[in-house]
């Protein structure tokens, strides 16, 4: 299970990944017409898409330049939070270029649980050589594009995984100690109840051993060879005390015949 949500998990990030490529792509022509409008437009449109919850760009300054959400617009997002910490965790390198691609998983303010998704905006030639706005070639990087989702779906399907490895897990359970049961009962609690069963008959008298319990080579056949033996050996000295009483017996009758005779 946790494999498998780590692969899903894993497959939904390069989701992200190939959706912040075709967002870039998409508002790339905004950015060279200085469209503002245009792009807070195409944020908006595709910012409230089912599963989507947050759709921004800000600037190196960290300040928001574009949302999906209007309101967030201005605001600036500090160093030490979400999305800003995983690049500026070093003093002396805040931005890692080489780090080029960051996700995380948070719960935003509705306490939903989302994953979260940065990609740099690169200053390309075409931004340096413009005549409108043109970016010096030392700036590397013009933005962040942030991608927030919900994970509602990801964790409903964790859920439902969870629950039927419990009750897959519940039944295997009890399967195994059927199993068990069956081989304790038949191995061990039979010859068991048979040797008790011989043993009360001993009990009341009754010494024959027609119906000999059958040995096995364990433990329980060694007992079951003890009692069979124990059990022939009180037969056998059953009848032998038998035929003594029988010979005294007939022996005392004839001493009484004598004495009238």
């Not at 195409?42 to 800000?58: A, D, S, V």
């Not at 030490?80 to 303010?109: A, D, F, M």
């Not at 069956?182 to 008790?196: N, Q």
Request: overall charge positive.
């Amino acid at each position: 299970i946790i494999r498998q949500n780590k692969e899903i998990l894993h497959q939904t990030t390069l989701s992200l990944q190939y959706l912040a490529t075709s967002i870039k792509k998409s508002i790339k022509g905004y950015m060279f017409n200085r469209d503002q409008y245009g792009m807070q437009k195409t944020l908006e449109e595709i910012g409230h898409q089912e599963g989507i919850k947050n759709l921004k760009i800000f600037n190196k300054g960290g300040h928001i330049v574009y949302s999906s959400n209007k309101n967030e617009i201005g605001k600036r997002v500090e160093k030490n939070g979400s999305p800003c910490y995983s690049c500026h965790s070093s003093t002396k390198n805040p931005i890692n270029i080489n780090q080029r691609k960051l996700s995380r998983i948070y719960n935003n303010e509705s306490g939903e649980r989302v994953i979260a998704f940065i990609d740099l905006i690169d200053n390309e030639k075409n931004c340096m050589d413009a005549s409108c706005h043109a970016h010096s070639d030392q700036e590397k990087i013009l933005g962040i594009l942030d991608i927030a989702i919900s994970l509602e779906q990801f964790d409903t399907h964790g859920k439902a995984l969870i629950r039927k490895a419990i009750i897959l897990s519940f039944f295997s359970i009890i399967g195994i100690c059927l199993l068990i049961y069956f081989f304790l009962h038949r191995l061990i609690g039979k010859p068991v109840k048979d040797l008790i069963d011989k043993t009360q008959k001993i009990m009341s008298g009754n010494y024959t051993n027609n119906n000999k319990l059958t040995a096995r080579d364990d433990e329980i056949g060694q007992l079951t060879n003890s009692f069979n033996l124990m059990a022939n050996n009180l037969d056998a000295n059953f009848q032998k005390l038998t035929e003594v009483q029988e010979h005294l017996f007939h022996a005392q009758k004839l001493a009484s015949l004598g004495k009238l005779a």
